[in-house]
């Protein structure tokens, strides 16, 4: 009953500065991408998600301005995982009979609005406001500290963590809208400036004006498109944080979406042929393999080390769009994008030095928000069916 | 690197943390724990997030503890140290790191609070390597 969902429609924005565009114009240019890559139309559309990105409350705004008419709305915000929770959230409202075509739109433009990541100067009064913003407890340092946690308890290296970078940056070379198309050797990643140790400047993901948009919809309206089938398996979401006396920097709540995901779709890490995952930093990319089950807690060093990552190289491809780290992270939010590249993938449509061969199921990942703190995870577990 | 000072900004108080932030000011750093499920946790809260209890004193650490985690954040303005601080009652804190030389720092190293003043006035509590 939960495989009756399926992605229709894909589309990423080409734009990495859009200086002349609003945000809610970047919605709706996505929105007319990924219905034109379906074949639907504006009206075919009666299911409607978005996350914090999209201005104005919940979804009220940005459906006025695209004069949306749904059946169903979803505003859900985990950060930058959002959009891949709700490829969930659509299925089930698929399901229960509440939509039938559903857009997910993710768009932003913090490169024009030169808006830091998780900036701290005006946070309102949320719980933990007091206690944080005092300490300018950024976003860098977030995820600095859960690399540096990593490399005491485990041994993982700065070499090895580069090995991240080197790959997507070898994928986004076949990228031509990718922001840094060169590839870099774990030399460069290394003598780049450390930004908040250990991580250095090549460790951290571009910050990109853009976005993109899917479209999720029921079997019968699949089924009519003259496109390839692409089918949501399953997704989890999950929420992780610290209360002080359990923390813990090294797990993340992947561990949680990922058993779900898996669960639903009754499949294994050993069934995936290609993996989109969240590379907000390098280590983001390192927890979430372990977290997914890709290798045991622990040893993700050894397992992204040696190119082990590069599609044609490795044994597990991952962000062959070049991810966050070379391409693309529109409004510091990266998760469309991994739905976009997964995708591609398994419609075989991804750059020919990139595509993996017979790649039948594929995961994309979420992994945002503060990573020793509060975060949010998202996995959805993709199919193709030929 | 060496770090002389920390710019502190001033903190939203509300009335579940007035406490935390007035103690601050007479020099003690308290942390939240449960009067029904003995879990101590921390940023402080009003019901303790382990077991719902409302039954949550907010207690005076002893103020030292060891550094669990930290990154000298070099794009800062000044360049600052934010660290996990664990305490010795089992808590970790959230916090800033002074008067150092971060080269020498390390995961394990004996820390204590010190309390600085923020751009407002209001103390808050930091941590600075132990003498002992």
Same mark, same amino acid.
């Given at each position: 009953?939960?495989?009756?969902?399926?992605?229709?429609?894909?589309?990423?924005?080409?734009?990495?500065?859009?200086?002349?565009?609003?945000?809610?114009?970047?919605?709706?240019?996505?929105?007319?991408?990924?219905?034109?890559?379906?074949?639907?139309?504006?009206?075919?559309?009666?299911?409607?998600? *978005?996350?914090?990105?999209?201005?104005?409350?919940?979804?009220?705004?940005?459906?006025?301005?695209?004069?949306?008419?749904?059946?169903?709305?979803?505003?859900?915000?985990?950060?930058?995982?959002?959009?891949?929770?709700?490829?969930?959230?659509?299925?089930?409202?698929?399901?229960?009979?509440?939509?039938?075509?559903?857009?997910?739109?993710?768009?932003?433009?913090?490169?024009?609005?030169?808006?830091?990541?998780?900036?701290?100067?005006?946070?309102?009064?949320?719980?933990?406001?007091?206690?944080?913003?005092?300490?300018?407890?950024?976003?860098?340092?977030?995820?600095?500290?859960?690399?540096?946690?990593?490399?005491?308890?485990?041994?993982?290296?700065?070499?090895?963590?580069?090995?991240?970078?080197?790959?997507?940056?070898?994928?986004?070379?076949?990228?031509?809208?990718?922001?840094?198309?060169?590839?870099?050797?774990?030399?460069?990643?290394?003598?780049?400036?450390?930004?908040?140790?250990?991580?250095?400047?090549?460790?951290? *993901?571009?910050?990109?004006?853009?976005?993109?948009?899917?479209?999720?919809?029921?079997?019968?309206?699949?089924?009519?498109?003259?496109?390839?089938?692409?089918?949501?398996?399953?997704?989890?979401?999950?929420?992780?944080?610290?209360?002080?006396?359990?923390?813990?920097?090294?797990?993340?709540?992947?561990?949680?979406?990922?058993?779900?995901?898996?669960?639903?779709?009754?499949?294994?890490?050993?069934?995936?042929?290609?993996?989109?995952?969240?590379?907000?930093?390098?280590?983001?990319?390192?927890?979430?393999?372990?977290?997914?089950?890709?290798?045991?807690?622990?040893?993700?060093?050894?397992?992204?080390?040696?190119?082990?990552?590069?599609?044609?190289?490795?044994?597990?491809?991952?962000?062959?769009?070049?991810?966050?780290? *070379?391409?693309?992270?529109?409004?510091?939010?990266?998760?469309?994008?991994?739905?976009?590249?997964?995708?591609?993938?398994?419609?075989?449509?991804?750059?020919?030095?990139?595509?993996?061969?017979? *790649?039948?199921?594929?995961?994309?990942?979420?992994?945002?928000?503060?990573?020793?703190?509060?975060?949010?995870?998202?996995?959805?577990?993709?199919?193709?069916?030929? | 690197?060496?770090?002389?000072?920390?710019?502190?900004?001033?903190?939203?108080?509300?009335?579940?943390?007035?406490?935390?932030?007035?103690?601050?000011?007479?020099?003690?750093?308290?942390?939240?724990?449960?009067?029904?499920?003995?879990?101590?946790?921390?940023?402080?809260?009003?019901?303790?997030?382990?077991?719902?209890?409302?039954?949550?004193?907010?207690?005076?650490?002893?103020?030292?503890?060891?550094?669990?985690?930290?990154?000298?954040?070099?794009?800062?303005?000044?360049?600052?140290?934010?660290?996990?601080?664990?305490?010795?009652?089992?808590?970790?804190?959230?916090?800033?790191?002074?008067?150092?030389?971060?080269?020498?720092?390390?995961?394990?190293?004996?820390?204590?609070?010190?309390?600085?003043?923020?751009?407002?006035?209001?103390?808050?509590?930091?941590?600075?390597?132990?003498?002992?």
């Amino acid at each position: 009953m939960s495989h009756n969902s399926f992605i229709v429609g894909a589309y990423e924005h080409p734009t990495r500065l859009a200086t002349n565009k609003s945000v809610a114009q970047l919605h709706a240019e996505v929105a007319i991408g990924a219905l034109e890559d379906a074949g639907l139309t504006k009206d075919d559309i009666d299911g409607f998600f *978005c996350a914090g990105d999209a201005p104005g409350i919940g979804p009220l705004s940005i459906l006025e301005y695209l004069g949306l008419d749904v059946s169903y709305a979803d505003s859900t915000d985990i950060g930058g995982s959002s959009p891949i929770a709700q490829v969930g959230h659509a299925m089930r409202a698929i399901r229960d009979g509440k939509c039938n075509v559903a857009l997910i739109t993710s768009a932003g433009r913090p490169r024009s609005e030169v808006a830091a990541p998780g900036d701290l100067t005006e946070l309102p009064e949320y719980p933990e406001s007091g206690f944080e913003v005092p300490y300018r407890a950024a976003l860098a340092p977030s995820y600095a500290m859960c690399a540096q946690r990593h490399m005491y308890e485990f041994g993982t290296t700065s070499e090895q963590l580069a090995w991240i970078k080197v790959a997507c940056s070898h994928h986004a070379q076949h990228n031509p809208y990718a922001l840094l198309p060169n590839p870099v050797t774990v030399e460069e990643v290394l003598a780049s400036p450390l930004i908040s140790a250990p991580l250095h400047r090549l460790d951290c *993901c571009v910050v990109t004006d853009g976005g993109g948009a899917v479209i999720v919809a029921r079997q019968e309206v699949a089924k009519s498109l003259n496109r390839p089938v692409i089918r949501v398996r399953g997704v989890g979401e999950a929420v992780g944080y610290t209360r002080g006396s359990d923390i813990n920097l090294t797990t993340s709540a992947v561990t949680k979406s990922a058993k779900s995901a898996f669960f639903e779709a009754k499949v294994t890490p050993k069934d995936i042929k290609y993996l989109s995952t969240y590379d907000s930093f390098t280590i983001t990319v390192l927890l979430a393999i372990e977290d997914l089950g890709f290798c045991e807690k622990g040893q993700g060093g050894r397992f992204v080390a040696d190119g082990n990552l590069i599609s044609g190289i490795g044994r597990l491809p991952v962000n062959t769009d070049g991810g966050g780290l *070379c391409s693309n992270h529109p409004a510091h939010r990266g998760g469309i994008t991994k739905i976009i590249e997964t995708v591609r993938q398994l419609r075989g449509e991804a750059h020919p030095a990139v595509q993996v061969p017979s *790649c039948d199921l594929a995961i994309a990942n979420g992994l945002g928000g503060m990573l020793d703190r509060r975060h949010g995870a998202a996995t959805a577990i993709l199919e193709r069916i030929s | 690197m060496q770090i002389y000072d920390v710019s502190l900004r001033a903190p939203v108080r509300t009335p579940e943390t007035n406490m935390f932030w007035d103690s601050a000011n007479e020099g003690n750093l308290l942390y939240g724990k449960c009067r029904d499920c003995c879990k101590p946790h921390y940023y402080p809260r009003r019901v303790c997030p382990f077991c719902f209890s409302m039954k949550v004193d907010f207690v005076k650490a002893s103020g030292y503890g060891t550094v669990y985690a930290f990154s000298l954040f070099r794009r800062g303005r000044p360049p600052y140290i934010s660290a996990w601080i664990m305490l010795e009652e089992g808590v970790a804190v959230l916090s800033n790191i002074t008067d150092c030389e971060s080269d020498k720092l390390k995961i394990g190293a004996p820390v204590q609070v010190v309390f600085r003043p923020a751009e407002n006035g209001q103390k808050i509590p930091v941590f600075t390597p132990s003498l002992l």
